[in-house]
RNA sequence: GUGGGAUUAGCUCAGUUGGUUAGAGCAUUGGUUUGUGGUGCCGAGGGUCACGGGUUCGAGCCCCGCAUCCCACCCCA
């Protein structure tokens, strides 16, 4: 037997249903909000994730799958959305022609990751990316965006904001950081010094609880903000107080992806597991120049639909259509007649098998069917057909010219 | 990539110190009180015990390998 490969699911039936009713829910929601649908290809240049999620990043530096196609080209499927969005955005030119441009997203992502429950190979992210507007309040439409879509889903979840300052106080605390580590080099992990080399803020987030000790006293990204990035914060919280967002800054919350700047956030839910985050995003106002568009601020955020999709509450499902059967072979052809005729705006399923009506009863209930449609032997003489409203448990017998 | 656990029917799981034909519940399917369901009763089908080796007179059970899932690390949505 052939079966999928490791961290690659199929979905079907249930799932699926789940899987469409998150697609559909955030779609409503991103609509809400004036954004516009745009799909990427999976493939994508290697280059373009180098350059834009980071090459320092795990996802770039080990988790691609990238290749050598036969035109020589070197390519990956993609890790993550925003890249292609971005690069899409500054292809058609919209950089250039300038004004507010808002798009949200769906499909899958892949990552060569040891697979865990949340965590798979080939996995589905919805996100949404924002050109054009530098306002903060951008940034909280975000957050209020992915806050409406968990809220329209049933969905609990902790909000945690950080900001990770820009081009004018980045870099000089990136220095004071750096300084700080290499003054406690002796007690840290492996992990840590290597991150000293390459992305040094990462090691703020390091679970090793030794590290965690030897930080307390570093310098803080929050307390060597610029007076624009100060502000913007601050004005950022007072706006999800006014809309009743509940959130937690959380100093040491570091984006994974290298393009992010200013806001930074992160949405957790407790009850899935290790892999808790379920919605992520933040500013990153570099990004469409780095990928040599004019420089465009931008921000974004992308939610993690399989590990949505264990959160979900569903709607409860309610009866629909029609079950048609009959209790003698000769009405079968008059069943699936009534069928066609019903299908034209219902949901009509006929039974082909004769039966008792009994047994009809348990076969329409069975599929959740709203009505329960029976010809037996009186109905076959006398041209009429038994329906029962399965949910209201009327009956009656109509012409069948009428039903 | 590292460490740990699991894998028996479609699903959830029993299976004694290695010993005849591997069980249950649910699901599926047939019958039934001779035209009233979601909640009766009786029956049936369904398993190379993940896969490949080994030890043994004999392996679902012990040993080795391998695959997948789960957990932790790592990473992130």
Not at 116 to 125: A, E, I, M, P, S
Not at 294 to 302: L, S
Request: include cysteine.
């Amino acid at each position: 037997m052939i079966s999928s490969l490791r961290g690659m699911n199929d979905i079907l039936s249930e799932d699926y249903e789940r899987f469409t009713y998150f697609i559909s829910t955030a779609t409503m929601v991103a609509q809400r909000y004036g954004f516009h649908f745009i799909q990427t290809p999976l493939l994508e240049e290697t280059a373009l994730f180098k350059r834009s999620v980071g090459e320092s990043s795990d996802i770039v530096g080990k988790e691609m799958y990238q290749f050598i196609d036969k035109g020589e080209n070197d390519v990956c499927l993609r890790p993550e959305g925003t890249a292609g969005v971005v690069r899409a955005f500054i292809q058609k030119k919209l950089d250039r022609a300038g004004g507010i441009h808002r798009f949200f997203y769906h499909g899958a992502m892949f990552r060569y990751e040891r697979p865990q429950k949340g965590r798979l190979r080939q996995f589905h992210q919805f996100g949404v990316e924002s050109f054009g507007v530098d306002s903060v309040y951008e940034d909280a439409a975000m957050i209020m965006m992915v806050s409406d879509i968990l809220k329209e889903l049933g969905i609990g979840y902790r909000l945690q904001i950080n900001s990770l300052g820009d081009n004018s106080c980045m870099p000089s605390y990136r220095e004071k950081l750096v300084k700080f580590v290499q003054e406690c080099k002796d007690g840290i992990c492996e992990d840590c010094i290597r991150r000293v080399e390459t992305n040094p803020i990462r090691v703020l987030d390091c679970k090793n609880g030794a590290c965690q000790e030897l930080y307390v006293g570093a310098p803080k990204l929050i307390h060597n903000l610029c007076s624009g990035c100060n502000d913007d914060f601050a004005t950022l919280k007072k706006i999800l107080e006014n809309n009743a967002i509940l959130y937690e800054v959380n100093t040491n919350l570091v984006r994974g992806l290298d393009y992010y700047s200013k806001t930074a956030f992160e949405f957790v839910s407790d009850n899935i597991g290790s892999q808790s985050a379920i919605a992520g995003g933040g500013r990153y106002d570099r990004l469409v120049e780095f990928l040599d568009g004019r420089p465009t601020p931008a921000v974004g955020f992308a939610m993690g639909i399989e590990r949505l999709m264990e959160l979900i509450v569903m709607p409860e499902i309610k009866r629909d259509g029609y079950y048609i059967g009959a209790m003698d072979d000769k009405a079968v052809d008059i069943a699936v007649k009534i069928a066609q005729k019903k299908r034209k705006t219902d949901k009509a399923v006929v039974d082909y098998k004769a039966k008792n009506l009994k047994n009809h009863l348990k076969a329409a209930d069975k599929i959740n069917a709203k009505f329960c449609c029976v010809i037996g032997e009186d109905e076959l003489n006398n041209g009429t057909i038994w329906v029962k409203d399965l949910e209201g448990k009327t009956e009656a017998i109509l012409k069948i010219e009428e039903f």
